[in-house]
């Protein structure tokens, strides 16, 4: 049995219900799906969320509504981050946060569900928001380098579980890193820019070498360039295909190895957009 895992960075859940999010949903349905930056107040989350839960009704991916597993976060800082998570596997468990990160500019990055598919295969699933950084403000890369620590340290402990035979883990996000030359699409100059100087590339080489994660997308591509998940508004870089490659699956061998397809779904035009990232959906024949 194959199940389809999505990320995909909303860049406000309110602004990509307007601009047409729901008809996705309704054509996808995607077993997981991660969110990140929804940036809105709880209320809202839980009304859009409950309308996507009609959707997946509608599909046949649950029996009614409520049967749609959904859990997320909020950002303490209003109108900032906020992640989000639906299945319409079984949750066996949910955790919110990483340990130690208590400030507010923290909250609503990282929520994890464990999920069992019918044939009994438990993966934990996290969905990610990692700061994007500027690279002229210390603050703000301070604060995205002391968030990608605690975040080593949560992947060290995921890949022992899945080490000692226990739960399988996927990282599902927006990770605000453009790794190798081939995920971005202006390298030489770019590599005094947040999310693509070498500090943070570090980083995701220490994932997939010391933490054995791997980096799905690229495993099944191949050294192609991108596939791009998130282009600027700014200009024509959408039209022109200038992009960066952000958005990823960073999973435990044994669910890597399952990966039999993935699918970037960039819109066909700029105006058929509902957020300026494309979600990203991996197939896995779990």
Known sequence: MTITITTSNLNGIRAAKRKGIDAWGRANAPDVWCMQEVRAPQQDVDAIFDGFAEEYAAAGKVKGPGDLGRMNEVCRVRGRAGVGLLTDLEVL???FGLPGLDEDVDSGR?????VR???GYVITVACVYVHA???EDETKMAQKYRFLDAMGERLAALRDEAARGGRQAVLCGDFNIAHTPLDIRNAKANVRHAGFLPAERAYVDRWTDE???VDVVRYLAGDIDGPYTW???RGRAFDNNVGWRIDYQFATPELAETACGFVVDKAP???ARWSDHAPLTVRYDV
């Open 110 to 114: 990282w929520i994890e569900a464990d």
């Open 117 to 119: 598919t019918p044939q």
């Open 269 to 271: 035009t700029y105006e």
């Open 93 to 95: 468990g949910r955790r």
């Open 211 to 213: 933490y054995e994660f």
């Open 231 to 233: 282009w600027s508004q």
């Open 133 to 135: 950084g500027q690279a």
